[in-house]
């Protein structure tokens, strides 16, 4: 078991490929030079869940909810608004959470970050 804030901060999560994807589009979009644009998954998720999701791909983790305090000042909501590089680039996200989560998690396995004992 671990000890876990109640995890109701909303994060946002967006995997390496798709943000080097948006890059690449950007440096390819004229209209893009100069502009700030939002390269995330535009999809809020709760640290709860992220935690949950990751205790059910591992089959390992007890987190123990509600038991650390949130941070004096925490942001609660830290997520994109991806419409722009939706309309200047013709981007979207395209690995899910889940996926770039298994695929996380099983690169780490082959790299011994399971603990089998």
Sequence with gaps: AFPASEGMQLRDFC?????AAGLLQAAQVP??????????????????????????????????FGKIANRPGEN????ADIKKA???LDW???V???TGL???????RHQGWANDS
Aim: charged share 25%.
């Design 96 to 98: 899910s959470l889940e």
């Design 31 to 64: 209209e893009a030079h100069g502009e700030v644009i939002n390269l995330a998954s535009g999809e809020p998720v709760s640290i709860r869940e992220m935690v949950e999701k990751v205790c059910r791909l591992t089959g390992t983790g007890q987190p123990e």
């Design 15 to 19: 995997h390496v490929d798709d943000v």
């Design 102 to 108: 298994s695929d996380l998690i099983e690169w780490g």
């Design 86 to 88: 939706r309309r200047l």
């Design 76 to 79: 609660m909501a830290l997520y």
């Design 92 to 94: 979207n996200p395209t």
